[in-house]
Each structure stands twice: as structure tokens, then as C-alpha cells.
């Protein structure tokens, strides 16, 4: 692979300090004039209501109640502030997105602005087929260039032909920041004895305890393949560490998918499944099946994203719900996978970039950022006003994120690995909880899409 220096970068999107405290400083802005652009041949337009009668179309996946709430609420005052402009919004699962969205791009009346998922799978196929425009020129004008850590920009960035990604182009800016973690019902642990896990041994001695008990361990549903990618990526960062990880997912070293590392971590998940620690015929119920289950008291834990954070909140009452990121062994630093949300992006065929690129960086800006916070979501540069209340869940996240992006503890998703590799993974963790797969073929599996990429290349 080309370029490898790139790649011992930082493997997934740590914040910095500077950001996480004065995020005011860092935040997007706006231009009142109309600069040329970077790469342009013609001047930026940051003045949406300069742009006569607009439908704007979007596809998100924010269908989170967080999410959700945000962007409806984002969408609402844009269109308050430039009353030209009429926002068309199209808002699909992350499951649904990644099989529609590149048909929608190729299609004779595309969106305007997408989110589109980083990595090979989406962000480079979607480059490669040039559908997506780059963003540098909006990145100079409203300030995203200098707004973001770089490692974040990275993560959005892809060579022109869309074969080496985090080098070249940017192609979006993401709005939301996110890690996956241990969501606990703290009335059930109370009950059952159980201190919230630090660590996976911790967190497995929990799942024993709560399953003696009567109580299911864990809820967990896989139908729509994205769970089961967090569920193995969070004990996967623990057994074979976070160098070996990022060596995997980046293509750099000898690393190999047929490790012990990965190979331990399909175990531990067969076990789990073996032992009834998870919800019974979980490949048939859904993310959303296994979140609303949790809420309701039906089971000790939930592994998932920080997305999820407004949900639970809202139905279990946001002191009654903790989360936690795992570590290695005590007093070690958490290791997860995260960084941030999907890339806000502009289409190649859009009729209105600029329009495009003002609305996304009204997404992002301070009030896009605070509007984001308010719901409930954890922004990818947190207000420094932004100071959830102790003992709630939303403080919880807040504190594992700087816990976790502060002190290089962050990992990239697995997906991102090859073009093909969320297929592999996802129906691999589904053949190995399900008892199909052996934990070493499950590895020879992915290391066999992983070979195909890299004899590609």
C-alpha cells in the first residue's frame, strides 16, 4: 500500500485538548463575502439567500432519537434563516443507507448532501465513482481546515481515485464524535451486588453474576448485521490490543486477521452466546429491538454506541442508565472503537454546492454543535458550555470520551478495513455467535478479504 507513513497516524479521531476545553476557539464559522475558492474555478457563495428558489436534498442516517430531534431541529432553522430554501430529507438506517445511497447518487436527481460512511466501503467507492465533490475550497472559507484536529479531517479524506484513504482530498466533516461502550441499568446492578465494569474481565464476571441470577446479561440484536461489528470490535480491542488493531484495519505491518488477538475475541463472543449471556435468537432481533428490551429492565447491559445516549435517557431517566468504556486491566487506559459520526458530504451532481457546503457548515458550526449537545448527542467539538449534569448519563459519555480520545485510546471501526470487509465481518460475526463458525475460521474468513485487498492494490 502506498504511502504508509500515513498510516501510523493516529489511527482513529482523537480530540485534542485544546478542542475538548475551548472548543469555542475551534469551532466552525461562516464568511459574509465570497472568497475564491481553493481548486476553483469560481468564487464560493456563502450567502444561501443569494441562490433564488432552492430544494435542498439530504440523506442522513440519523435516526436516533438524538440524532433525530437535532437535525429536524437544525433543518427547521435553516429554512428560517434563508426562507428560499426548502430542505428535502431523506433519513434512512445506517443498514438501509449503505444498501440505497449509491444508487440514489447515481440516479438522475441525486441529493444534494449525504452523510456518507468513512473507509473503503462507502466514502472510497462513492470517490472512485466520482460522485462525491471534494470540500477543500468550502474546508478553507468556513474554517473546517483549522476547526478540526487533523486526525479527524483525515479520517474524511481520500486520494482522488479512491484507492488510499486519509490522504488527499476531503471529502466531509463530521458533526457528531462517537465511541461504543457498556450501557448498565444501575438499579439492577445495585440490586444484584454488580460495581459498573471497568474492564473485560469485570464485565464478564458481571455477566456471569447477572445471568445466576434470572437476570439476561445482555441485550443484543443483530438482524441488521451493523451490532455485531461494535459487540466483536469492543472485546477485540481488548484481546489483541490497540497497535495490533490499528495495524489490521490500516494495512500496516504483518498484522494478520488469523491472530490470537482476533481469534480470542471470536471466542469470547461464542461463549458468551454458548452460556445464554445474550438475548436469545439475537441474529433475528434488531439494534433497535435490543435498545428498547434494555430500556425496559430486561436485561443488565447494552453494548453499544454513544448515539443511543438520548434514547435510553429518555425512557429510563437519564440518572437511572451509566455507561462505561472497557480497559485492558485495571487503572489501563479504555479501548473502543470510535472517533466520529458519518461525514457530512457534497454530491458531485448537486445543483447547489454552495448551498450544500453552507447548509453542512451550518451543521457544524458552534450552534450546530451546542443544537447537537442539547439533544443529547455527543458533538464531534463539544461547547466548552456544554457540562452535563453529575451523575446522568450524558456526564458518563462526556468523561469516557476525553478518557478515551485524550489518552489514545481510540480505535477505528472495523469496516473501514476493505471495500467488501462490513459484508465479510458482519455475516462472519453472525455465523460465530450462532455457533456455525469455528473462532479460527472465522479469522482465516477475514483474513481472506483482507489478502484479496491488499493483492489489489
Known amino acids: 500500500m502506498s504511502d504508509k507513513t500515513r498510516y501510523r497516524r493516529l489511527a482513529a479521531a482523537t480530540l485534542t485538548a485544546a478542542c475538548l476545553t475551548a472548543a469555542a476557539a475551534c469551532a466552525p464559522g461562516g464568511d459574509s463575502g465570497s472568497p475564491k475558492g481553493s481548486g476553483s474555478a469560481s468564487p464560493v457563495s456563502t450567502d444561501p439567500a443569494k441562490a433564488g428558489k432552492v430544494t435542498l436534498t439530504v440523506w442522513d442516517q440519523n435516526t436516533d432519537a438524538g440524532t433525530d430531534a437535532s437535525t429536524k431541529a437544525l433543518n427547521a432553522a435553516f429554512m428560517k434563516k434563508y426562507p428560499n430554501v426548502t430542505i428535502k430529507r431523506v433519513s434512512r438506517s445506517f443498514s438501509d443507507l449503505k444498501t440505497t445511497l449509491k444508487l440514489a447518487l447515481s440516479s438522475a436527481n441525486p441529493p444534494d448532501a449525504i452523510q456518507a460512511n468513512q473507509g473503503y466501503p462507502d466514502m ?33 479524506k481520500f486520494s482522488a481515485d479512491g484507492k488510499t484513504w ?40 458481571a455477566l456471569a453474576k447477572a445471568k445466576a441470577s434470572g437476570l439476561l446479561p445482555v441485550s443484543y440484536g443483530d438482524s441488521d448485521k451493523s451490532p455485531g461489528i461494535h459487540l466483536f470490535g469492543v472485546v477485540q480491542a481488548l484481546t489483541a490490543g490497540k497497535a495490533e488493531v490499528r495495524n489490521l484495519v490500516f494495512d500496516q505491518g504483518k498484522a494478520k486477521w488469523t491472530g490470537s488477538g482476533t481469534v480470542k475475541a471470536a471466542q469470547v463472543l461464542q461463549q458468551w452466546a454458548k452460556k445464554g449471556y445474550l438475548t436469545p435468537g439475537f441474529n433475528g432481533q434488531s439494534a433497535d429491538q435490543a435498545a428498547s428490551a434494555f430500556a425496559a429492565g430486561k436485561s443488565a447491559f447494552l453494548v453499544d454506541g454513544t448515539w443511543q445516549q438520548a434514547t435510553l435517557a429518555q425512557k429510563m431517566g437519564a440518572g ?23 461525514a457530512w458530504a457534497v454530491t458531485s451532481k448537486s445543483r447547489h454546492p454552495d448551498v450544500a457546503a453552507a447548509y453542512i457548515n451550518f451543521l457544524v458550526d458552534a450552534g450546530g454543535m451546542k443544537a447537537s449537545a442539547d439533544k443529547g448527542n455527543l458533538p464531534a ?10 451523575g446522568t448519563v ?23 478495513t476493505t471495500p467488501t470487509f462490513y459484508d465479510t465481518l458482519t455475516a ?15 479469522g482465516e474468513k477475514l483474513q481472506a478479504d483482507y489478502s484479496s485487498f491488499q493483492q489489489s492494490r
Open 381 to 390: 467539538l463539544p461547547p466548552p458550555s456544554w457540562k452535563p449534569a453529575k
Open 166 to 205: 486519509k490522504t488527499g482530498n476531503l471529502y466531509g466533516v463530521s458533526q457528531t464524535g462517537e465511541i461504543i461502550g457498556v450501557y448498565y441499568n444501575k438499579a439492577k446492578l445495585k440490586s444484584l451486588g454488580i460495581a459498573p465494569p471497568a474492564t473485560l474481565a469485570e464485565f464478564q464476571s
Open 124 to 156: 472510497g467507492a462513492f470517490v472512485k465513482a466520482k460522485l462525491l465533490q471534494p470540500v477543500d475550497r468550502y474546508a478553507k472559507v468556513y474554517g473546517w481546515s483549522t476547526a478540526y484536529p487533523q486526525q479527524l479531517l483525515d479520517l474524511n
Open 320 to 342: 437511572k442508565v451509566g455507561f462505561s468504556a472497557l480497559a485492558p486491566s485495571s487503572g489501563a487506559t479504555p479501548l473502543t472503537q470510535g472517533g466520529e459520526g458519518l
Open 428 to 442: 462472519a460475526v453472525q455465523e460465530v455467535t450462532a455457533g456455525q463458525l469455528s473462532p479460527e475460521k472465522f
Open 394 to 416: 450524558h456526564a458518563d459519555i462526556l468523561k469516557e470520551w476525553k478518557a478515551v480520545s485524550q489518552k489514545d485510546g481510540l480505535l477505528p471501526y472495523l469496516d473501514y
